[in-house]
């Protein structure tokens, strides 16, 4: 007694993937159908090109440029400053020096060192 033989056409489809609706046919052999996009629509992940009437919506303007701040870690203050790390959690625990609260570090803008060091200093006569 021997068992039927399946060909490889006649195999059952995949189980559709997260996000598919199940395939009832088998697709056709050869190359896959070209996708249409809707009228103005893109392909998720694409920007518009500069000149292309979708780039800047009327109406709105790109906000002004930030200027970028460094932020310097407890080690590196403290080398600035000359001092020990403990020190310096001191002035930021104490709101002295602001810092921001990274994980479980710190990052100190640097802005607020030299701002802390300039008003720091005193004269000596």
Do not use: C, N, W
Request: charged residues 15%; hydrophobic residues 40%.
């Amino acid at each position: 007694m021997s068992l039927p033989q399946r060909s490889p056409a006649a195999a059952s489809p995949r189980p559709a993937a997260y996000g598919q609706r199940p395939s009832s046919r088998l697709p056709a052999p050869g190359p896959a159908p070209a996708v249409r996009q809707p009228s103005g629509m893109r392909p998720m992940g694409t920007r518009p090109a500069p000149g292309h009437p979708m780039a800047s919506a009327p109406g709105m303007q790109r906000p002004a440029p930030r200027p970028t701040v460094s932020f310097l870690t407890v080690t590196e203050v403290a080398a600035i400053m000359r001092v020990s790390k403990m020190t310096v959690y001191r002035l930021v625990h104490g709101g002295e020096l602001s810092a921001v609260r990274v994980g479980r570090s710190f990052r100190v803008p640097e802005p607020a060192v030299r701002a802390y060091l300039s008003g720091a200093r005193t004269d000596v006569a």
